[in-house]
């Protein structure tokens, strides 16, 4: 059975009645007559098949039924009040939701002060954050899953029909187990590790990144030997203390800490052939991307104050 809609006009005049118990002064709060109000409840407990108030000469009284509503009906009422500023907060992004994935890397650095800066600025935009490599990002965004990521790349990154903010930019270290001969080394000669065994995240996961670590082998005339591809950096470091090879990795990377793991700059490789320039070693972003031209006001407001933090970070 359909249940008959009550309107809210009908609910505002059920609480007056309710906390003046005299439809008079209910009919003065309500700048009303006193009869358009005693037909108006009379009209409610018709529609509702019961009775909400006891009615002598003497007095008016709610029923165990009127009494239960009303808690309700004073939240309805005051939560209808507030949808107009709510309204309008939603469309300045002060309400809302932005759905956030993110890779681990930014999880190191900037992303806990972002977040817990932003929910103090947006208390009532709800954060949701999930951990996810760039190809899965890529995906969600494409079915509309995510609101927004943020992306591990090489420079010059640029995917179609994404906007894209970069907020950091750093370059590769090597991580490499602490009983390694170039461990000893501050800065150790690219040369004298490209030979090593190689743990790497798959192609898929960061084609950018990964064209640019194998275009600095074929650049010395090398072919990286895989020993083994993992998706998370933390893996990847756990495999490098297992001995497995080397690793090149964000410098972020090294606030994760693992005994039997060194992390180190590598110096400067001369390009092999004609000529003596050096090659430039590769280095990394992590941008902010998210769908150009889109319509979320809170995602605009957490993209302005992703902007404002890298601005002031420069």
Not at 12 to 22: G, N, P, S, Y
Not at 132 to 145: K, Y
Request: aromatic share 6%; net charge positive; glycine share 8%.
């Amino acid at each position: 059975m359909k249940e008959t809609l009550v309107d809210l006009r009908a609910w505002r005049q059920f609480l007056a009645v309710a906390e003046e118990l005299h439809f008079g002064r209910a009919a003065l709060r309500l700048h009303m007559t006193q009869p358009p109000v005693t037909q108006a409840i009379a009209q409610l407990e018709k529609t509702l098949g019961i009775v909400l108030f006891d009615r002598t000469r003497r007095r008016v009284a709610l029923t165990p039924a009127g009494e239960a509503l009303l808690p309700d009906v004073r939240d309805l009422l005051e939560r209808a009040q507030a949808l107009p500023a709510r309204a309008r907060a939603a469309a300045a992004g002060e309400v809302g939701r932005v759905r956030l994935a993110f890779v681990s890397t930014i999880g190191f650095a900037h992303l806990p002060q972002w977040v817990r800066d932003f929910r103090v600025l947006c208390p009532q935009v709800a954060l949701e954050l999930v951990e996810a490599t760039g190809d899965v990002q890529l995906e969600a965004l494409a079915r509309g899953e995510i609101d927004a990521g943020l992306m591990l790349h090489s420079p010059g990154f640029a995917p179609p029909g994404l906007a894209l903010l970069r907020v950091a930019q750093e370059p590769l270290v090597l991580a490499l187990p602490a009983a390694h001969p170039c461990a000893r080394a501050e800065r150790p000669a690219v040369a004298d590790v490209l030979a090593e065994p190689l743990v790497i995240f798959p192609r898929r996961i960061v084609p950018s990144l990964h064209d640019a670590i194998f275009g600095l082998y074929h650049a010395a005339g090398r072919v990286p030997v895989i020993a083994q591809e993992a998706i998370q950096m933390q893996t990847i470091v756990n495999l490098v203390w297992g001995g497995l090879g080397v690793a090149w990795v964000p410098e972020s990377v090294r606030q994760f800490q693992r005994d039997g793991v060194v992390y180190r700059a590598a110096g400067e490789l001369a390009r092999t052939g004609r000529g003596k320039a050096t090659v430039v070693l590769p280095a990394c972003e992590t941008s902010l991307v998210w769908p150009a031209g889109g319509a979320n006001p809170a995602l605009a407001r957490f993209v302005a104050f992703v902007r404002e933090r890298e601005v002031a970070g420069r």
